[in-house]
Every structure is written in C-alpha cells, then in structure tokens.
C-alpha cells in the first residue's frame, strides 16, 4: 500500500503507477498493489503523481521494496535409473522444474546423506549391498522458496 504524504496546497489529486525492477506494471495504478507470483524475484517501487488546477505536476518515487521472495518453484518427484548393482552406476532425471531453478543432488544410504554424492550419478559401492539408495533433488531461484523433493528408493543386492 502506498501513502502519498501531505502535498501541498490542498487539494491534491493523486495517481499511482507500480513497477516491477524499473518495468511499469500494466494496469497497477491503485494505491495498493496486489503482489503475484510474477513478482518474485523483484522490487516493487512506486510512483505517486500529485496534480492540481493551476500547477504543475509532481511525481516522486518511493524507495523499492525489498526483493519479493516466496514464489513456489514447479518441483518433479526425480526419477533413479541405471545398474543398481555394485560397481554399477545411478543417474538421477529430476524432472521438469520451473522457473528454471539451480538444482543440487544428494544421495542416501537409507536415511544417511553420503559424504561427497553430490552429483547427478552415483557410483555404487561395496557399502551399498543390500540397503536402499535414494537422491534429494533440491531447487533453488532467487524470489522463490527453495524446495527439496526425494526419489523413491531403489533397493541394491547384495
């Protein structure tokens, strides 16, 4: 919401024009301004003209908002496929996400985060006979919540 201040002489009237990092917001002319998802990411300031009979008018611009946050990103579950046998190798699909975030990798020893199995593959080892494996696929973009999705398990033989 933006306040006008006093303006001076009375009466004044106002009009309002809201941005998105510098772009005028088509159709944001209220005084108050409804955040969308197409925000994140971005700062918000606003411009309030001040008009009156007889004088020229005044515009002044408002400090930005600080950098929208909390969008929610489009996650997939991620997908395992490969050799699940020792000395085979994993490769992890995470699916479509969007708005194109980073994503990280971790795999899992049953519940236990593998030391250094950060990467889209996995080298499966003597240490992974006969317990379920799994990877994390973590998505992050500026303005968005940052959002983790597991696979499900693929068991490994002995």
């Known amino acids: 919401h933006a306040h006008a201040?006093?303006?001076g002489p009375s009466p004044v009237t106002f009009s309002y024009q809201w941005s998105q990092n510098g772009s005028p917001?088509?159709?944001a002319t209220a005084s108050s301004y409804a955040v969308t998802e197409a925000d994140a990411?971005?700062?918000l300031p606003v411009a309030v003209t001040g008009s009156k009979d007889g004088y020229h008018s005044a515009?002044?611009?408002s400090?930005?908002?600080a950098i929208v946050t909390g969008g929610t990103l489009t996650t997939a579950?991620?997908?395992?496929s490969g050799d699940g046998h020792v000395g085979g190798t994993l490769t992890v699909d995470p699916g479509a996400w969007g708005p194109a975030p980073s994503l990280t990798f971790q795999w899992f020893h049953g519940?236990?985060?593998i030391a250094g199995a950060t990467g889209a593959s996995y080298l499966v080892d003597a240490s992974d006979a006969n317990s379920n494996l799994r990877v994390a696929v973590t998505g992050t973009q500026t303005g968005y919540t940052t959002a983790t999705v597991k696979s499900a398990a693929i068991h490994i033989p002995r």
């Open 5 to 7: 201040g006093t303006w």
């Open 25 to 27: 917001i088509s159709g």
């Open 41 to 43: 990411a971005s700062s």
């Open 59 to 61: 515009t002044t611009v």
């Open 63 to 65: 400090a930005a908002t």
């Open 77 to 80: 579950t991620p997908t395992i």
């Open 111 to 113: 519940s236990t985060a």
